[in-house]
Each structure stands twice: as C-alpha cells, then as structure tokens.
C-alpha cells in the first residue's frame, strides 16, 4: 500500500529520525522561536475552529478556550480501535506509536479485534512491555454474528467491523464513562490528551465530538444520482471520535442508531458506507448531540482542498512554492513548532498514502518516521506515574537490573534476558487446511538472508514458519522486498514472524522458538534458513510420516535429513538421491561440515546411508546437530544460547534425555548454500572470552539437565570433555 520511491523515503525517514535524536532534544523546550511558534499553533487552532463561519451554532462556545484543560496528571485515558486482519494489526502498531510518542498520561486501549488481530496483537503488546499502557480485548467475531450489528447490509470495504464503532456504549465496561475512538489509519502528532482535554467543552447535550467531513460527498451530487446518505452539511468523519458513554446509554444510543439506520435502509438498500453513515444520520436528527472538533483533530488527507485549508489556516506556517513547509519545519517530530498545526492525520482513503496533495509528502514522512520509528524506545516510564507492567515484566527488569557489568559475560546474559518484540503473521497468512501428516519448515533469518526466500519457497512447496530478526526500519523493507516478488507474494501458507533486533548477539534460539511456536501443522522440519531441501522433501516426508504411523506410535520419533553443503555458488541442484550421489563422488558436494566439523553430523551415517533402502536407527552421540522432523510439541530451544555455538546440539540433547528416537531417511537431503561467515561466528573465533563464556553456559546447561533428567542425564555430562569444545 506504500508508494514506489518508498524506500527512498524511508532512508531519508531514517536519516531525519538520527538527526532528529541527536538534535531533538537541544531544541526541545528551548528554541524562542519555537515557543513562539507553537503558541502561534495553539492561536492556530482557534482560527481553524471558525473556518467556515459556523454552522452548528456550537463551536464557538466550544473553541474559545483553547488553551487546553490538560487532564490531571497520570489520569488514565482510554482509547477503542476496531481492527480486523493482518494488514490492519500493522497499522494499529503505528498508530500507536505515534501516540505513544507524544502521549504523557497512562493509557487503557480497548481493542475490537478478530481471532487474527487479537493473536497478532496480544503478542504484540505483551512482549512491548510499554509502562503505562493497559490492554483490554473484545471479541468481534462474536459481535459480528450476534444481534447487534449482523442485521445491516452492508458494502463499504471495511465491512462490518466498522459498524462495531457504533456499538461501543454496549460493549465497554459499563464503568467507562468516555473514550476516544480512532480508525487504524490515523497518525498522531501531538499529545492524545489535548484531545481528550476537549472532552471539558462538551455542552450537557453534547455525547459526539467529530470533525467535520471535508470532501463534498454528503452535499450530494458528485454525479448523476449520487444520492448520499442524509446528513448535516458536509456531514461528519468518523475516523476520530470523541464519545461520551456514560450519556449514550442513558440518551437510549443504541435504540436511537438503529432505528435510524432501519429508517433510511427501507430507501437505500445498504449502507454504503458503514458506521459513518449511520452516525451522520443520527446526527442530522439530532445535531444537539454533536460536538464539532477543531478540524486539525481529523485532517483527512485525500484529494480536497479542505483538508489543506484546515492545516494552512490550522498553522503559522510558511509554505514555500514547491509544497515544502518552513525550514523550522523540516523535523516533522519531537519539535512541537513543527507538527504544522496538525493534530491527528487521517490517511482516509483506500488509496492511503498515495494521495495527490501538495503537502502530502510532509505528513507521508511523519508517517514513514513513526513506520520506521524504533518501539522499544518508548518502553520509556512515565515519570510519576505507576507503570502497571505485569509482575514478570517488573521480575525481568530486576534481573536485569542485577546483572553485573564487570563479569566478562554480562553481554550475554543480558542478552538472555531481553524480551523482544514480536509481530507474529505480520503479512497476510492462510494456513492450509489441517492435514494429519502435513509439516512446517521451521526457520529464522535476519536481513542478509532475504535473498534466500525465493529459492526456499521453489524448493518447499508446504507451510513455513519463518522468524525475522529485524528493526523497525527494515521490516518495512522485507515488506516491500516480499511486495515486489511474485514468487513470495503469491505464497500466503508462509507465516512471517519479525522479531525486533536488540542488543548486539543474535538470539538464535529465541527466534527459532518464536517460529516453532506459530507452527501449525503436527509436523515441524527443524531447518536453517541457509538450506534448501530436496524438491521432493516435503512430499516424501509426509508420505514417511503416514508409512511410519508416526502419530499411532507410543515411541517419540524424530526423522533425521541428510545434511550436505556445496562450496560453489553456482550449481544445479540434484533432483534424486541418485543425482546427489554423483555429485558427492565428483567432489562437487560434501557431506555437512565434514571439514571443520564432522562430528555435528558423522552418527547419521553417511556410508549406512547410501546404501539405505528403509529408515534406520542412530544413537545420540556427543555434539550431535542433524536437521530434525518433529511432532510440533517438541521441546523448545534453550534460549541462553545465544549468538554462535551449541544451540542446537542442545536441542538434540533434549530430544535424546526425552527418549525421542532418532531414525535418518533413506531419500530425504538437504543441501547448505555458501553465504559469507555471520558477525557471531567471526566472534567466535576470535574472542577467548566468547569462547569461554559459551563453555560457561554448556556447563550450566548439563546442571540443569542433571537436575531434570536425573542420573539419566549423566551421559551427556561424561561425554562433555573441555576438549571438545567447538572450535
Ligand atoms: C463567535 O464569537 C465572536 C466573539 O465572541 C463573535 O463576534 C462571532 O460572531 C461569533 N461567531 C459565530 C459564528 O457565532
Ligand atoms: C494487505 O496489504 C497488501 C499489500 O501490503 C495487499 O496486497 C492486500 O490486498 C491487503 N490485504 C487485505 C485483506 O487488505
Ligand atoms: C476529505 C474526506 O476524507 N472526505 C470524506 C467524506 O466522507 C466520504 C464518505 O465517508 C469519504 O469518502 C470522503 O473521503
């Protein structure tokens, strides 16, 4: 949904976010001029609430005193969104940003969500860790099949959960006496609370603040039998509302909507536009109820011209021939003389941020920066007020808090302890139908190896799970990446999981945890993402799976893949064992790691297994790592091994202390592609303190199993020599 030269603007989003930390905060607070400016906004406002005349005979007395009734401080705010489906979970994370960025009070969001969204979201926020920000989830699929709303026909592309903005009084708790509800598609660029603070000016009538449509869609007659449906005026957009609650339900709200909606649907057939519709409806027969909002709380950023009178009378700006705002103004963010008036930037149109405006490009960069923007920097407390983190969060920052710098591995166990942020399914997702037998191909990946995706999708027709370790920055570039392939875009069985990098070693097996975990098959392949399986793999392992009766047999199983490399960037794939076999004996190929490493891979039995007609048993032995296919509640990976080194004979440990027996598959092979050493195994090798420090971790890990697994355990520890350690 991004324009193209996207990634241009976001490099420069970037390049402004640096400069902006760096110099942000010296103007912060203390620039003259800027002081002088932002007061100039707040007269702004107030010129932009008399813009028109006044139609409502209300805003007068409701903008005249604009110097704002902050709430007291950290008085909670509540904030609803609706929000439906994969794409509509991302832009929620940055419409929350965006407030989170400027807010200064605590906040309570109450989220309307489907089954989709509330998975994406409540892993969202429960590993954000956000001080300050309380969730609370409704579910709209029940809604949306119960009396309330499943009644209306309905064609507006956002469906019914539009209308669930209508039944809000109904669903929020009855303690909750207003909330301010936004559309996922709005950017904020101030703080939430002067908006909220204009809940004061309501009169005693008043239930509804909204800002005034500005497009001429309500006056009718954009075309021949353009027949809107009825409103005030222009009408009024709902992608920002302010309500009062506590007055809905005593005013008999939801009798009042529906029988307008009723009403109008015996003439018009459907809505054709949603929630909107109906509020505006209501409102024409009852305009007592509405509270006009200065319409910098709402600037609907599509082709109009009255969105642009709004900010350009909204803001003491100078606004040069070319479209660009005053040089004050380009750091769009952080300096309040620079928020151009602009309160709150409604992208409302399918065509989002494509739009034609002239002055588009600056609030597109305030977007981009917020798209780009980096969360955990506003895991930041709020000074004064209590930060509500739930008690394992709170449990996690005193551990941290403990850690001691002076040890030589601290960076490693501060790297075991940090939580990260994960946006589970952050593209589209349809997972196959279940089937008993079906696998996913589990792996993760950072972005140097995007490029590997294509081909892993040519050579793995099945569900993957795959987890991205990622910045902000760059999973809007992995966006555009899979935008751009045909290849990826066309694949929706492949869940992508991003992951948001922090700290300096890479958390191997977190990632790999976080994939497993979204896996949804009963069958996992256990892969690295700098692998290609054999074309027939995923067919050939189901069909093993079903030949073994893996799932009726009490034994737990896990079927071993050949594991092999090639040295040479170009070369051509062998479709059969037969092939593969050819190019062994031409040197071509090697078994995996047979130079630096052979014992990772010598039990699977290279000799047994050319011969191999049937599956066959191996025995564990120490530094054991081959490519694995589980039943997907397999044991996790130990998350302290991070950055390189033992991560997953760790895990092929565990499998063997939990009794999994190991069988290797006579067709099955996976093949290694060469790709430059990664930062942590050039670490390895020349650090001795890495190296000690991964010794340091083994010897915890074997205490752990002992105290697990008992004397059984014992094996693991005799076959454990200083020795061996990788080097
Ligand atoms: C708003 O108030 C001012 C001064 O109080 C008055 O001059 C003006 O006519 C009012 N505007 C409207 C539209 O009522
Ligand atoms: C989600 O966004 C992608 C582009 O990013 C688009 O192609 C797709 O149609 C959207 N899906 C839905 C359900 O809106
Ligand atoms: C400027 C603007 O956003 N106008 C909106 C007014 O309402 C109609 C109907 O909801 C929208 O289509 C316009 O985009």
Same mark, same amino acid.
Request: glycine residues 4%; charged residues 20%; aromatic residues 10%.
């Given at each position: 949904?991004?324009?193209?030269?996207?990634?241009?603007?976001?490099?420069?989003?970037?390049?402004?976010?640096?400069?902006?930390? !760096?110099?942000?905060?010296?103007?912060?607070?203390?620039?003259?001029?800027?002081?002088?400016?932002?007061?100039?906004?707040?007269?702004?406002?107030?010129?932009?609430?008399?813009?028109?005349?006044?139609?409502?005979?209300?805003?007068?007395?409701?903008?005249?005193?604009?110097?704002?009734?902050?709430?007291?401080?950290?008085?909670?705010?509540?904030?609803?969104?609706?929000?439906?489906?994969?794409?509509?979970?991302?832009?929620?994370?940055?419409?929350?940003?965006?407030?989170?960025?400027?807010?200064?009070?605590?906040?309570?969001?109450?989220?309307?969500?489907?089954?989709?969204?509330?998975?994406?979201?409540?892993?969202?926020?429960?590993?954000?860790?956000?001080?300050?920000?309380?969730?609370?989830?409704?579910?709209?699929?029940?809604?949306?099949?119960?009396?309330?709303?499943?009644?209306?026909?309905?064609?507006?592309?956002?469906? /019914?959960?539009?209308?669930?903005?209508?039944?809000?009084?109904?669903?929020?708790?009855?303690?909750?006496?207003? !909330?301010?509800?936004?559309?996922?598609?709005?950017?904020?660029?101030?703080?939430?609370?002067?908006?909220?603070?204009?809940? +004061?000016?309501?009169?005693?009538? &008043?239930?509804?603040?909204?800002?005034?449509?500005?497009?001429?869609?309500?006056?009718?007659?954009?075309?021949?039998?353009?027949?809107?449906?009825?409103?005030?005026?222009?009408?009024?957009?709902?992608? !920002?509302?302010?309500?009062?609650?506590?007055? =809905?339900?005593?005013?008999?709200?939801?009798?009042?909507?529906?029988?307008?909606?009723?009403?109008?649907?015996?003439?018009?057939?459907?809505?054709?536009?949603?929630?909107?519709?109906?509020?505006?409806?209501?409102?024409?027969?009852?305009?007592?109820?509405?509270?006009?909002?200065?319409?910098?709380?709402?600037?609907?950023?599509?082709?109009?011209?009255?969105?642009?009178?709004?900010?350009?009378?909204?803001?003491?700006?100078?606004?040069?021939?070319?479209?660009?705002?005053?040089?004050?103004?380009?750091?769009?963010?952080?300096?309040?003389?620079?928020?151009?008036?602009?309160? !709150?930037?409604?992208?409302?149109?399918?065509?989002? /941020?494509?739009?034609?405006?002239?002055?588009?490009?600056?609030?597109?960069?305030? $977007? =981009?920066?917020?798209?780009?923007?980096?969360?955990?920097?506003?895991?930041?407390? /709020?000074?004064?007020?209590?930060?509500? =983190?739930?008690?394992?969060?709170?449990?996690?920052?005193?551990?941290?808090?403990?850690?001691?710098?002076?040890?030589?591995?601290?960076?490693?166990?501060?790297?075991?302890?940090?939580?990260?942020?994960?946006?589970?399914?952050?593209?589209?997702?349809?997972?196959?139908?279940?089937?008993?037998?079906?696998?996913?191909?589990?792996?993760?990946?950072?972005?140097?190896?995007?490029?590997?995706?294509?081909?892993?999708?040519?050579?793995?027709?099945?569900?993957?799970?795959?987890?991205?370790?990622?910045?902000?920055?760059?999973?809007? &570039?992995?966006?555009?990446?899979?935008?751009?392939?045909?290849?990826?875009?066309?694949?929706?069985?492949?869940?992508?999981?991003?992951?948001?990098?922090?700290?300096?070693?890479?958390?191997?097996?977190?990632?790999?945890?976080?994939?497993?975990?979204?896996?949804?098959?009963?069958?996992?392949?256990?892969?690295?993402?700098?692998?290609?399986?054999?074309?027939?793999?995923?067919?050939?392992?189901?069909?093993?799976?079903?030949?073994?009766?893996?799932?009726?047999?009490?034994?737990?199983?896990?079927?071993?893949?050949?594991?092999?490399?090639?040295?040479?960037?170009?070369?051509?794939?062998?479709?059969?064992?037969?092939?593969?076999?050819?190019?062994?004996?031409?040197?071509?190929?090697?078994?995996?790691?047979? $130079?630096?490493?052979?014992?990772?891979?010598?039990?699977?039995?290279?000799?047994?297994?050319?011969?191999?007609?049937?599956?066959?048993?191996?025995?564990?032995?120490?530094?054991?790592?081959?490519?694995?296919?589980?039943?997907?509640?397999?044991?996790?990976?130990?998350?302290?091994?991070?950055?390189?080194?033992?991560?997953?004979?760790? $895990?092929?440990?565990?499998?063997?202390?939990?009794?999994?027996?190991?069988?290797?598959?006579?067709?099955?092979?996976?093949?290694?592609?060469?790709?430059?050493?990664?930062?942590?195994?050039?670490?390895?090798?020349?650090?001795?303190?890495?190296?000690?420090?991964?010794?340091?971790?083994?010897?915890?890990?074997?205490?752990?199993?002992?105290?697990?697994?008992?004397?059984? +355990?014992?094996?693991?520890?005799?076959?454990?020599?200083?020795?061996?350690?990788?080097?």
């Amino acid at each position: 949904m991004l324009p193209r030269g996207r990634r241009r603007a976001l490099g420069a989003a970037t390049l402004l976010l640096l400069v902006v930390v !760096v110099v942000g905060f010296f103007l912060f607070g203390r620039d003259p001029e800027c002081e002088r400016r932002e007061l100039g906004r707040r007269d702004g406002l107030q010129a932009a609430a008399t813009l028109d005349g006044d139609p409502y005979g209300s805003r007068n007395r409701s903008t005249s005193n604009l110097q704002p009734l902050l709430p007291p401080k950290c008085e909670l705010l509540h904030v609803a969104i609706v929000c439906a489906g994969h794409n509509s979970s991302r832009e929620v994370i940055t419409l929350v940003k965006s407030v989170l960025f400027y807010r200064k009070n605590p906040l309570h969001l109450h989220l309307v969500t489907d089954a989709v969204a509330r998975s994406i979201l409540e892993t969202h926020f429960r590993t954000w860790m956000v001080p300050a920000v309380a969730i609370r989830f409704y579910d709209a699929e029940e809604l949306k099949a119960g009396p309330l709303i499943s009644w209306i026909p309905n064609k507006h592309y956002s469906g /019914l959960y539009g209308l669930m903005k209508l039944v809000l009084p109904s669903i929020l708790p009855l303690s909750l006496a207003r !909330v301010v509800v936004l559309d996922t598609d709005v950017t904020f660029s101030s703080d939430i609370a002067e908006l909220w603070a204009l809940f +004061a000016h309501f009169s005693d009538k &008043q239930v509804i603040g909204l800002v005034e449509n500005q497009s001429d869609w309500y006056l009718g007659n954009l075309w021949k039998n353009h027949k809107p449906w009825p409103a005030l005026g222009r009408g009024f957009n709902t992608g !920002v509302i302010l309500l009062r609650l506590d007055r =809905l339900r005593q005013s008999g709200w939801e009798q009042m909507w529906k029988l307008m909606a009723k009403r109008e649907l015996l003439t018009l057939q459907a809505t054709s536009l949603a929630d909107q519709d109906v509020f505006n409806a209501v409102i024409k027969e009852h305009p007592e109820l509405v509270h006009p909002l200065p319409c910098v709380w709402n600037v609907q950023l599509s082709d109009h011209t009255l969105a642009e009178r709004c900010y350009l009378e909204a803001a003491d700006l100078k606004v040069s021939g070319d479209g660009r705002m005053g040089d004050c103004c380009s750091l769009p963010i952080l300096n309040p003389c620079c928020s151009s008036g602009t309160q !709150v930037i409604h992208w409302n149109s399918p065509k989002k /941020l494509r739009v034609k405006n002239k002055h588009a490009e600056f609030f597109r960069n305030l $977007h =981009l920066t917020f798209l780009g923007y980096d969360g955990k920097l506003l895991r930041r407390e /709020l000074f004064g007020c209590p930060s509500q =983190l739930p008690p394992e969060a709170e449990q996690l920052q005193q551990a941290m808090a403990q850690l001691d710098e002076a040890e030589p591995c601290f960076e490693f166990r501060q790297q075991q302890l940090t939580v990260h942020r994960v946006h589970i399914t952050f593209l589209p997702h349809r997972p196959p139908p279940p089937r008993p037998h079906d696998v996913t191909l589990v792996a993760q990946l950072s972005m140097d190896r995007l490029q590997m995706l294509e081909a892993l999708c040519r050579h793995w027709p099945g569900p993957m799970s795959l987890a991205l370790y990622l910045t902000d920055a760059e999973a809007q &570039q992995f966006l555009h990446f899979v935008g751009t392939s045909p290849v990826l875009s066309a694949r929706k069985d492949v869940a992508y999981h991003v992951v948001y990098r922090e700290g300096p070693l890479y958390p191997v097996n977190q990632l790999r945890n976080v994939a497993l975990a979204q896996a949804l098959t009963s069958y996992v392949f256990l892969s690295d993402i700098d692998f290609l399986p054999a074309y027939s793999l995923y067919d050939y392992l189901r069909a093993s799976i079903e030949q073994l009766e893996l799932s009726s047999l009490k034994q737990k199983v896990a079927l071993v893949v050949p594991a092999f490399e090639t040295l040479h960037y170009r070369f051509s794939f062998p479709n059969s064992k037969a092939e593969l076999l050819t190019l062994l004996d031409a040197g071509s190929l090697h078994t995996f790691r047979y $130079h630096e490493w052979p014992q990772g891979h010598a039990p699977t039995d290279y000799a047994r297994w050319r011969e191999a007609q049937a599956p066959y048993r191996v025995q564990w032995a120490a530094d054991y790592e081959p490519y694995v296919v589980v039943p997907r509640d397999c044991p996790r990976y130990d998350p302290r091994f991070v950055g390189f080194g033992w991560n997953k004979v760790a $895990h092929i440990i565990e499998l063997d202390a939990q009794e999994y027996e190991l069988l290797v598959l006579p067709e099955a092979f996976s093949i290694h592609l060469p790709h430059a050493p990664s930062l942590d195994i050039s670490r390895f090798r020349s650090s001795p303190t890495y190296r000690d420090c991964l010794q340091a971790f083994k010897e915890e890990f074997h205490q752990d199993l002992s105290r697990r697994y008992g004397a059984a +355990a014992l094996k693991y520890l005799t076959a454990l020599q200083p020795s061996q350690s990788r080097a």
